[in-house]
């Protein structure tokens, strides 16, 4: 099947007062139209630079592409002026965060603020009366407890489940060929969340939208996700179908970041996590940019850069000890 979003050998830097920050390292990355895949990798491994940097949002300087291509519905994006960017964002993609009070304003109802964004949806030409009956469907859609009493409530009035529902109202009124959910759950309590998440695998399988999810927890990902692609220090270093990734993880960090998982039959104290921290990326080491916390390092891993590699038919690894088991299998 023709992928929805093909990002191809994507590499970002920053320029900074401190030198040349390779934050995406020849990234390549697919969605196909209504899948959800899962983007996953702790603190500042580049999940949302990677996402933001694939449709024209990072500022640049200090941001500078400097290889790769980004293919959404075959058309190339980089290449587009940041207006023609914008209007395919406005038209295509929808974007929800952690912190819901970002994208709403305080000082205004919900409702006049979901009328106004429908009314801005270019080539929509929604009257304010068409505008308020789609935002209170939407409303409705999200599952707000009595929509009609929200549409007049002011965002202070919601709870942070009852805003991050509005917010997604608002991201899918626009019937986005793709939502982006970057952590949109992790200011949740556990309770919020689970239902949050249900509620957006539920309206992407619904509306057939193809979904990212960004998270460090991989718990988060397999709620909503078919797929996911594991991110360590600007690069994927595995990606494939959830099952797979819980029942055969490859990668080292992978097996790492499942061991972080909580579990109910294992205390918290006893997370058994990753040691050590991520490489500076101002420097990257030669090989393997996980080789200096990896429990499995031989000296060929500290030699060239470490491609991507097909294990399985979906199932992909960038990892030298684990191809070299492969083969001797
Ligand atoms: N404007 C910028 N200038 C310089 N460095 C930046 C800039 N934006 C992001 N970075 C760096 O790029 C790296 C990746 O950041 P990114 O926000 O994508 O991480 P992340 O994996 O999404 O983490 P988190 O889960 O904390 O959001 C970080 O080290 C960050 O400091």
Redesign the pocket.
């Known amino acids: 099947m023709e992928s929805l979003l093909a990002i191809r050998d994507l590499a970002l830097e920053?320029h900074?007062f401190d030198g040349v920050?390779q934050?995406i390292d020849h990234v390549s990355l697919a969605v196909a139209p209504g899948e959800a895949l899962g983007l996953v990798?702790?603190?500042?491994?580049?999940?949302?630079?990677?996402t933001?940097a694939a449709f024209g949002l990072?500022?640049s300087p200090?941001?500078r592409i400097s290889s790769g291509s980004v293919l959404f519905e075959g058309r190339e994006i980089l290449g587009l002026s940041p207006k023609e960017q914008r209007a395919m964002r406005g038209r295509d993609i929808a974007m929800i965060f952690q912190d819901p009070m970002t994208f709403i304003n305080p000082v205004f109802k919900i409702g006049t603020q979901l009328v106004d964004a429908i009314c801005a949806q270019k080539g929509r030409g929604f009257g304010k009366r068409r505008a308020r009956e789609l935002a209170l469907t939407m409303l409705e859609k999200v599952q707000l407890p009595n929509p009609l009493r929200q549409f007049e409530s002011y965002p202070h009035q919601l709870s942070g489940g009852m805003r991050q529902r509005v917010l997604i109202a608002m991201a899918l009124a626009a019937e986005p060929k793709l939502l982006i959910a970057?952590?949109p759950t992790t200011a949740l309590d556990v309770t919020i969340q689970a239902q949050i998440l249900d509620l957006i695998a539920q309206l992407v399988e619904d509306m057939g939208i193809s979904l990212i999810m960004?998270s460090?927890d991989l718990g988060v990902v397999s709620q909503v996700c078919s797929r996911v692609a594991v991110?360590y220090a600007?690069q994927i270093v595995e990606d494939a179908p959830v099952a797979e990734i819980f029942d055969d993880p490859l990668h080292p960090y992978t097996r790492g970041l499942l061991a972080s998982v909580p579990h109910p039959l294992r205390p918290a104290n006893k997370l058994e996590g990753i040691s050590g921290s991520?490489p500076n990326?101002y420097a990257p080491p030669p090989g393997c940019r996980f080789a200096e916390r990896c429990p499995h390092v031989t000296e060929s891993c500290l030699k060239g850069r470490i491609g991507q590699k097909y294990i399985g038919k979906q199932h992909k690894v960038a990892c030298i000890a684990v191809e070299d088991t492969m083969q001797h299998a």
């Open positions: 920053f900074t920050y934050a990798g702790e603190t500042g491994c580049g999940k949302s630079v990677l933001r990072v500022p200090p941001a970057d952590e960004i460090h991110m600007g991520l990326l």
